[in-house]
């Protein structure tokens, strides 16, 4: 498994907020829809795209065009500066690579502890 490390600060682009993004079990929905067509064009009538796949962790990856409440019209949080306010979820993410190019963070692989 490849363990990264987040570095930088968030730039407020406001991507990761415009969508709802969702992690399923890849080999069971496959199964339940007999093909990643079908799947895809079962999910496009809701709309939700499937956006991504990880064969080796078994997951496939759902976006939902639903923006945040607290997202202002300039794609700025209107409550990135209250930690009270701000959920966990907005604090910690992306915890991973998502291929979004406006996000300021940085991935690297995390340094292992030797003992």
């Known amino acids: 498994m490849n363990f990264v490390e987040r570095i930088g600060e968030c730039d407020q682009c406001g991507e990761c907020c415009k969508t709802v993004n969702i992690t399923v079990i890849r080999d069971e929905t496959l199964r339940q829809h007999r ?13 939700i795209c499937v956006v991504g796949e990880d064969v080796e962790r078994n997951q496939l990856f759902y976006a ?6 607290q997202l202002g019209p300039e794609n700025q949080c209107r409550v990135h500066k209250d930690p009270e306010a ?12 998502d291929g979004t190019e406006e996000c300021s963070y940085e991935f690297q692989p995390a340094k292992t502890l030797t003992g």
């Not at 990643?36 to 709309?47: I, Q």
């Not at 939902?64 to 409440?69: A, E, L, S, Y």
Request: hydrophobic residues 25%; aromatic residues 12%.
């Open 86 to 97: 701000k959920p966990f979820l907005c604090h910690s993410y992306p915890m991973e690579p």
């Open 64 to 69: 939902i065009n639903i923006p945040c409440q």
């Open 35 to 47: 093909s990643r067509k079908e799947l895809e064009l079962y999910l496009s009538y809701r709309g």
